[in-house]
């Protein structure tokens, strides 16, 4: 018979503790020994923030510039009237509403989320530009049918005029 190696109450916390201490140090030592050669990725951090921030700055400055081309663009297609616009100023606002949607398309090295607001500030200056396009036609439209109308209308008078001369003249034969 084997004899049984019964541990009292406090040294089963002694071992446990014992082994806990063990386990941690191994951690420890492997931790050291397989980590060593990593980079920590917090160490750039700071640098990475720092870039961010000076691309921001860039972004902020080359955005000033296209205020001047946004504003201008708009201003061009808010002053046309309802006449159809010339083809020279429709070309001019079809290459500046083209500038607006390509002006950050080739600074790829910007990373800001602002620049793809342009091309949608583009597509709305187009689809103003169509909207105004279309109201210069349908009041061109408008235009020619109401001549078209005053023409029919005095032409109808004129007709009318002649027939009811016509049935005086007739009556006046009949008479």
């Known amino acids: 018979m084997q004899g049984h190696i019964t541990l009292s109450k406090k040294e089963r916390h002694y071992q446990f503790f014992y082994l806990i201490l063990m386990l941690l140090a191994a951690l420890i ?3 050291v020994i397989f980590l060593k050669g990593f ?4 160490s750039d951090e700071d640098i990475v923030s720092i870039r ?3 691309e921001k700055a860039k972004f902020d400055q080359q955005q000033k510039f296209t205020y001047k081309l946004l504003d201008s663009t708009f201003s061009q297609i808010n002053r046309l009237t309802d006449e159809t616009p010339q083809p020279f100023v429709e070309n001019n606002i079809m290459y ?5 949607a390509n002006y ?3 600074n790829n090295n910007t990373s800001d989320i602002r620049k793809e ?3 949608q500030i583009a ?3 187009k689809m103003y530009f169509n909207d105004k396009k279309i109201i210069s036609s349908k009041t061109e439209n408008i235009k020619s049918f109401e001549k078209q109308f005053e023409e029919c209308s005095i032409g109808f008078k004129e007709k009318k005029n002649q027939l009811f001369q016509r049935e005086n003249a007739l009556k006046a034969r009949n008479q």
């Open 29 to 31: 030592f492997l931790g």
């Open 117 to 119: 607001g342009f091309p």
């Open 123 to 125: 597509k709305f200056y």
């Open 39 to 42: 980079e920590s990725p917090f």
């Open 52 to 54: 961010n921030l000076d």
């Open 104 to 106: 950050f398309q080739n």
């Open 96 to 100: 500046s509403i083209n500038d607006v």
